[in-house]
């Protein structure tokens, strides 16, 4: 694996969990009514 692989590697695994982290929380909070 090249240190570039690496790095998107790492990147997408931040995003992934932003996202999940981002999801369950206004779930649980209900505050924002997009969705």
Do not use: F, Q, W, Y
């Amino acid at each position: 694996m090249s240190d570039i692989e690496t790095v998107i590697v790492i990147i997408a695994a931040l995003v992934a969990v932003t996202v999940v982290v981002t999801l369950l929380v206004s779930t649980s909070k209900g505050r924002n009514g997009r969705r």
